[in-house]
């Protein structure tokens, strides 16, 4: 085997993946990983054996973590003029009024558990995701994101 051996470098030998889990000049330190699911660790000295097959790296999972946040009412106003109802209509069923509506919808107010509750049954959306977007845009204010709600309304 030549080449350079480094973290995060996969092969494949005696039936099973090898993933090297760190490298130093003379040894590795390496994981292997049977088809049965049994693992087990070990140094390995470098320079590796010559039959095995080197694998292409892990593809890591790419978490997306915007810098930006935006008011739930944004989402809230989208899902509405989908749907081709009016906010009057919305805030009727809802059990609310017309101006308490109106203020999460351009994000003056921040809606509560109950509103939010309201507002899926009604639209027939998740509560859970709305209760969660708002939970977000809290968290990520606190975190000093920038919110970019201005730019929506």
Same mark, same amino acid.
């Given at each position: +085997?030549?080449?350079e051996?480094? $973290?995060?470098?996969?092969?494949? &030998?005696?039936?099973?993946?090898? #993933?090297v889990?760190?490298?130093g000049?003379k040894?590795?330190?390496?994981?292997?990983?049977?088809? %049965?699911?049994?693992?087990?660790?070990?140094?390995?000295?470098?320079?590796?054996?010559?039959?095995?097959?080197?694998? &292409?790296?892990?593809?890591?999972?790419?978490?997306?973590e915007?810098?930006?946040t935006? @008011?739930?009412?944004? @989402?809230?106003? *989208?899902?509405?003029?989908e /749907?081709?109802?009016?906010?009057a209509?919305? &805030? $009727? #069923?809802?059990g609310? /009024?017309?101006? @308490? =509506?109106?203020?999460?919808?351009?994000?003056t107010?921040?809606?509560g558990? *109950?509103?939010?509750m309201?507002?899926?049954?009604? +639209? *027939?959306?998740?509560p859970?995701?709305?209760w969660?977007? &708002?939970?977000? @845009? $809290?968290?990520?204010?606190?975190? %000093?994101?920038?919110?970019?709600?201005?730019?929506? =309304?």
């Amino acid at each position: +085997m030549s080449g350079e051996v480094k $973290k995060g470098d996969r092969f494949a &030998a005696m039936g099973a993946v090898v #993933e090297v889990l760190r490298a130093g000049a003379k040894w590795a330190d390496i994981e292997v990983r049977q088809t %049965g699911g049994a693992t087990w660790r070990k140094r390995q000295p470098l320079p590796l054996p010559s039959d095995w097959r080197r694998l &292409a790296p892990r593809q890591e999972v790419a978490i997306w973590e915007p810098q930006w946040t935006i @008011h739930p009412g944004v @989402h809230w106003r *989208e899902i509405i003029e989908e /749907s081709g109802k009016s906010q009057a209509w919305v &805030a $009727k #069923e809802m059990g609310v /009024s017309e101006k @308490h =509506l109106s203020q999460i919808l351009t994000c003056t107010v921040m809606p509560g558990v *109950e509103a939010t509750m309201k507002f899926a049954s009604v +639209m *027939e959306v998740s509560p859970r995701l709305l209760w969660r977007l &708002a939970c977000d @845009h $809290k968290l990520d204010l606190a975190l %000093g994101k920038t919110d970019l709600t201005k730019d929506y =309304l």
